[in-house]
Structure formats: structure tokens, C-alpha cells
């Protein structure tokens, strides 16, 4: 069986979650390659530490060119603040290395549109991180919309929903600072997640009407002090996509002010005939809507059995997040393998940009007050 050896560049929350996934690839069922991780980078000893209880890690350092410059190293996941994405993508691709790059793929629309040109003129295979589709109940939403069941499509409504900057006294980090996250706020921390289904199914919006929110504009710095908070908190998007020459509504949600939700990714799927929703909310539910004399919805408890890849996992247990990260993660390396077999893949170079066009697009919207064409994006970087 071949071996893909990984490498981590940001070894701490999600690259945590990598090294766990890729410690239980056993798990997957007659997955044709093995992958493991070999080597990580961070600039804090204390995060590499705890590395040490990996056994199949051979090399921790806090020089990422000197894990590049290791030979035995095929792919780079890379999970490092937004301001830094586009040197460290540069330098893997011009390492020969292939890469999982996280969202939002660059700080801003220019920084995105160059890593997608450098990913292309390499040849490197570079896919971008976007876990949530590969849980059984978004994988079932997209089947229902591809089946036709639904009718003509009327109306799309998705979302990324966090609670967790209610504290205010909450210190701040770099994703609350817009030198460090950009000046699209929460859309690059959460938007690549909201907008990965619709644009791969083909709904890709052409127009949008933004409210931004700065809504906590200082807070705690963590040692006594106060110091700004400056990115957009909560940004609502009220867009038009086209299906089947038809202009047809899609609002997209992401917020870090959203009472009572902790990590809550939805998406919702309305037609002429029928109707879609799901919320990782309560992971099991599948909703259906059915219309006949009357009109209703029908739950369906889902189980494990609806994730692309099968593992030993009964399909009686339900999924969580670590088991949609370790189906994104065996996502890349089956396409990068050629055996993705028609399964839902990771998030591309071309729709990382095109989810950068909306988040300009809508910068623009809230500043103007008006809506803004996302066409206008094409060859116009904000």
C-alpha cells in the first residue's frame, strides 16, 4: 500500500485535529493509501511537545522552511493565521510540495487569486480545508437537490453560527484583529464553510446586499489592558444566484454573536415540490419537506452510515467533528490519488476565489449601502 507522508505547518487547534485524524486512518475501510504525519512546525515548544506523543512524527521544529526542505515530505496541511497565508502557500508549492491549505486561502481577494495562479503554474495538487459537507446529513442535502426532488429551486439559506464572543470579556486573539485576519472579518474566518456546498453545486451569486457588524469594537488584551477589536463580527449576505435561468435568493450567515450557538453550520433547500434542511445543531436530524393534500416536514435520524468513506464505525453511532475532519482529510488525499470515485471532494482553489469575490463584493455592499455586482470582482481585486 503506498504511504503519503504529511507534514503540519500550525500545530495547534487544527493541526491537533489533523494529527488525530491521521492517527486513526486504520479506521477507514479499504481505503487504497495510507497517510501519515511525519513532520510538524511550530514556532511555540510548547504546542511541539505535545507532538512528542505521536509515534509516527520524526521531525518537530520551529523553522517551517526546514520541514520544506524535508524530502520525505509529500503534502503540507497548513493552519496559520490568514496575514501569513500567502507566503507560506507560496513557499510550499515552490518547495515541490503538495497542500491542504485552510481558509480562507489568503487574507483578501488579490492574496487568494495569487495562490490560485502559483497552484496552477506549479501543478501542485492544493485543495482547500472546509469539513462540514462530509458530514452523512449535508451529504443527503446534496443528494436531494441533485435528485430533483425538489422541484424548482425558490430559495437557499446557509450559515456558520458562533456564540463564543458573547464573553466580552473574552481576551482578543489575531482573529478579531484586522491585521492579522483581514478586513473581511468573520466571512474569511467562517465563509469558505458557508459557501463550499453552494458553489459546488453549481450556485454561485452573482449579486449581493451585505449588513456588517462590528459589534464588540475593544476588548481585554489578556494583561490588564484594552485594546481594539476591529474586524466585522456578524455579516449577513442577502444574494441572487441563477438556477435554471431563474433568479433565485440565497442568504449566507456567518457570526461570532449568534446567542445560543456554539458551532452551529446550516443549510436549508427550498423547491416547488419539496424541501431540505439540515443544522449540525442536532447532527442525527435530516429534515424533509413533503407536499401532497397536506403539507409537512419528516424527520430522519441519520446514522454514520452516510459518510463517503466507510470506516469500522457502526452505521447505527452518530458522526461529530472530528470524523467530517478525517473524511475531508481522506477527501484530499483519495483525489489527489485519482480514486475519489465521484464522492464529494475538498474545496478548490477556483471556489476558494470565488467565495473571496463575495466577501469583496460585500465589503463594497456595506460601505455603499447598496448592492453590488460580484461580476465586477472578475478582474477588479478589492
Known amino acids: 500500500m503506498k504511504t503519503v507522508n504529511i507534514g503540519i505547518i500550525g500545530g495547534g487547534l487544527m493541526g491537533r485535529e489533523a494529527a488525530s485524524a491521521f492517527g486513526r486512518w486504520f479506521a477507514l475501510n479499504d481505503f487504497p493509501v495510507k497517510a501519515e504525519l511525519k513532520a510538524v512546525c511550530d514556532l511555540n515548544e510548547n504546542v511541539l511537545s505535545w507532538y512528542k506523543n505521536v509515534p509516527t512524527v520524526e521531525q518537530l521544529t520551529t523553522d517551517y522552511k526546514e520541514l520544506l ?29 503538495d497542500l491542504l491549505a485552510e481558509k480562507p486561502f489568503g487574507i483578501d481577494l488579490e492574496a487568494a487569486v495569487a495562490i490560485k495562479e502559483a497552484a496552477e503554474k506549479s501543478g501542485r495538487f492544493v485543495r482547500c480545508s472546509s469539513e462540514f459537507p462530509f458530514l452523512p446529513g449535508v451529504q443527503r442535502v446534496i443528494s436531494e437537490v441533485n435528485s430533483g426532488n425538489l422541484g424548482k429551486i425558490i430559495e437557499i439559506k446557509a450559515g456558520f453560527l458562533h456564540a463564543s464572543d458573547m464573553d466580552f470579556n473574552k481576551p482578543v486573539n489575531w482573529k478579531r484583529q484586522t491585521k492579522y485576519c483581514g478586513e473581511i472579518g468573520v466571512m474569511g474566518d467562517l465563509g469558505m464553510h458557508v459557501l463550499h456546498v453552494p458553489l459546488r453545486l453549481g450556485w454561485k451569486p452573482e449579486l449581493v446586499f451585505a449588513q456588517l457588524q462590528k459589534i464588540v469594537t475593544e476588548r481585554p488584551d489578556g494583561k490588564g489592558g484594552i485594546v481594539p ?38 443549510i436549508e433547500v427550498y423547491g416547488t415540490q419539496g424541501g431540505v434542511k439540515y443544522s449540525t445543531k442536532d447532527t442525527k436530524a435530516l429534515w424533509l419537506f413533503k407536499m401532497g393534500k397536506e403539507q409537512f416536514w419528516q424527520r430522519t435520524d441519520l446514522g454514520f452510515a452516510g459518510v463517503p468513506f466507510p470506516t469500522i464505525t457502526g452505521g447505527i453511532f452518530e458522526t461529530g467533528f472530528p470524523d467530517c475532519f478525517m473524511q475531508m482529510l481522506a477527501a484530499y488525499i483519495a483525489e489527489r490519488e485519482g480514486v475519489l470515485n465521484g464522492r464529494f471532494g475538498c474545496a478548490t482553489p477556483d471556489e476558494a476565489v470565488e467565495s473571496h469575490k463575495v466577501f469583496a463584493a460585500a465589503l463594497q455592499s456595506a460601505k455603499t449601502k447598496s448592492v453590488v455586482n460580484i461580476a465586477s470582482y472578475e478582474t477588479q481585486p478589492a
Open 69 to 97: 526542505a524535508n524530502p520525505a515530505i509529500d503534502v503540507v496541511y497548513v493552519a496559520v493565521p490568514h496575514n501569513l497565508h500567502l507566503e507560506l502557500y507560496l513557499d510550499v508549492l515552490s518547495a515541490g510540495k
Open 229 to 266: 477589536c476591529d474586524t466585522w463580527n456578524n455579516a449577513t449576505l442577502s444574494t441572487q444566484v441563477t438556477i435554471e435561468d431563474e433568479a433565485v435568493p440565497m442568504t449566507l450567515e456567518t457570526k461570532r454573536l449568534a446567542p445560543g450557538e456554539t458551532n452551529t453550520w446550516y
